[in-house]
């Protein structure tokens, strides 16, 4: 029932930096939080998790630049992005898994992020 809603993205050149929030309707607390991406021609993948109690995960394309976190209180979920390159571009989507899985999850509309060379 949760709705997330993506902010944030835009263009940015290479090197640069961005950070994108993903703000809930209700709490989030309960919630394993997720960033995806979907590219140009590629298929969606897991970029980061941040799990309730805060333990996180990166794919390798991104571990050491990218940053999750989560702030309860304020119902949102945010992923520092530094040191961009250009095929991080694409459209970023937030996802609430529950925890214990339920086996659904909730997704937001997305935002674009573009890098530059």
């Known amino acids: 029932q949760v709705q997330l809603v993506e902010s944030g993205g835009g263009l940015v050149q290479a090197g640069g930096s961005l950070r994108l929030s993903c703000a809930a309707s209700?709490?989030?607390?309960?919630?394993?939080m997720r960033w995806f991406r979907q590219t140009q021609g590629k298929q969606r993948e897991l970029v980061a998790t941040?799990?309730?109690?805060?333990?996180?995960w990166y794919a390798d394309s991104v571990k050491g630049r990218f940053t999750i976190s989560r702030d309860n209180a304020k119902n949102t979920v945010y992923l520092q992005m530094n040191s961009l390159k250009p095929e991080d571009t694409g459209v970023y989507y937030c996802?609430?898994?529950?925890?214990?899985?339920?086996?659904?999850?909730?997704w937001g509309q997305g935002t674009q992020v573009t890098v530059s060379s």
């Open positions: 996802n609430a898994m529950p925890v214990p899985d339920t086996g659904t999850s909730f």
């Open positions: 209700g709490s989030i607390s309960s919630y394993a």
């Open positions: 941040i799990s309730s109690l805060g333990r996180t």
